[in-house]
């Protein structure tokens, strides 16, 4: 028998921070000139990549303050790992700092995601701004608290809500991505075209040739379009409760086809760009959407050079792909335990997540 | 040059819960008729001694439900680790279970801290609940979302704020502990006494041999009084930016003593019931109390056989003691970069924070 109760209730407070502030710049060095203040304890986390930009390496090169640390985790997504995590930690708790130290991450989106994870960590949780170099980050990853890194094998399973308080923006970063990095950015700034922003689809297809060659105007232009269009999502529900599962367009096929090729052996947005065009095959198949919407995003799809057919190159020769793809899909967050569940489009700018079954997943595999 | 700047505003949403329910039962059995929903993927988390308290085993045992996983830690503040915390996510993730599992902790403090920062981790964020199996965790340890564990030898550098859903109380299962666990719970009941109960206060004094003998009723009133003060805390200020720090009274002292002792070789309580002695000295010694309180406090402290001397005897034998507990604070988690900060008293029910300078702390030591 219950003889007595009572409830606590708790008042609503921010994770983290209340309001995140998004800075753009004209060059990199701009970015560097206020970023580490005298007196705050602060970790600088990058990669083996990143450090050797040109305005990164002299940046990091004249720091000169014992109350700044700096972290340099080897580069690629295999080191999306707690023990890399931990590394960032010790970097703060070497130095004893407090509570009230920073975090700045300086890179792409696993470098972004671990820092922040470690900061929304540390002592339950420090300052955090990030400075993101990858055109993915910018658009998708750095924006909107995110946290975490892969464990046991599978992608993300641990992390937090936890944003950033400041995000500082130069699109010359972009310059210089390698090629296979950049169109993995542009998988995600085609998802949010497609979420939210049909002015930015028709931007994608009509300006693609300024896009490829990365005309800085164009940068600029999808990156705002997207940064906006995902922070209007995540400030109506930053722990994903509702609306912010949209954003997870193509995920579920790409986490799976990232995981059943290897971590690292596609890219990110490579997969993702995989996952839109078998989400919209199966809203298709499942009568949600029209044969033309699927025949636009597929030409977009194929004049970025992403794949649209149902098994991608990568794992064509692995045996029984299809049960694999489904068991890692299995694995995926936004599941309850009813299945899978994915997001889908009636059109552009009109979305719906549903449970979908195992014989229609298997039809667009 | 910033050339164009927007801001993300975050809705303020709850951290897992928007509220507790704090349920007292008349019996054990009694908790566990319903703890477990058939069709509720669960993680029950426990540890290796109290598995063996016989309502527990009884119910573990006729647990026959493929939707439910058990965990057992071995007992021990040792084991307050993130391979520890890593083996109870990695249980659910093995099961495939989706964010919308539940993780259940039946233990005390250390396996509800490591539960729950789990539970707040998975999948970034999974369900909770507690089954509280000390005096300590009833009284404070559960109570208001504190998560985390042991990292690089210092207590608890690594959490979240993450409070259960539903805390499940029965006053019996006290009547089965250790002594020194009894006894590390009743420092928290005299702390959370000095801050906000002068009446729970005098009923530590007056009752003290009934509570020592672990009266039912007497347990039952003072796990009340406790959890109903720390909740109105916590319901304020669950971030601990303010109020809430009021709570570690007697703890910059008391984790110093445990991090000098090793970890292990004093209860957190009893720690924490030298530390309390402490703080009040070092209040009287900075003109802050009157030296009644000091004496009313002290005589409480040794009505229940703590120690009030500067230096407590498991540390005694050790070298540079004083250098080695002020370094240990130094990292304690409410220090910003100015100094170590303290939380002192007044009187009973007055409380400040202050820092306190090195040749001050030593003088207590």
Redesign the interface.
Known sequence: ???????????????G??????????TIP?IFENLVQN?E?TVICTDSNVVNIPEVKTFLNKINNANVETVIIPAGEENKT?ESV?SI??AA?DK?F???CKFIAIGGGVISDMTAFAS??????AKLEIVPTTLLSMADAC????T?CD??N?KN?????Y?ASKLHFCPDFILSLPENEYLSGLAEVIKTAMLYAPKLFQILKTENEKIKSRNKEELYQII?RC??AK?NI????????GLRKQLNLGHTFGHALESVAGFGKISHGQAVAWGLGRAIQLSLNLGLCEEDYKDDVFELLNIYGYSTEKTPKIIAEQENVQEKLIKAM??D?????NGITFVLQREINSTLIEIVQEKDILAVL
Do not use: C, W
Not at 143 to 146: P, T, V
Not at 333 to 337: L, Q, V
């Open positions: 028998m219950i003889t007595d109760t009572f409830s606590i209730k708790y008042q609503l407070v921010p994770h921070t209340e309001e995140t502030k998004i800075q753009f710049y004209n701009e007196n304890q707690l931990l930690i010790k708790l004893s407090t509570r009230n929304s960590l540390y002592k339950r949780g924006i909107g608290g995110k975490g464990f046991d599978y399973m641990i992390g937090t809500f944003p705002k940064a906006l922070s995540v400030e109506k529900d930053i722990s994903e409760t299995k694995q967050k936004k599941n309850d335990s």
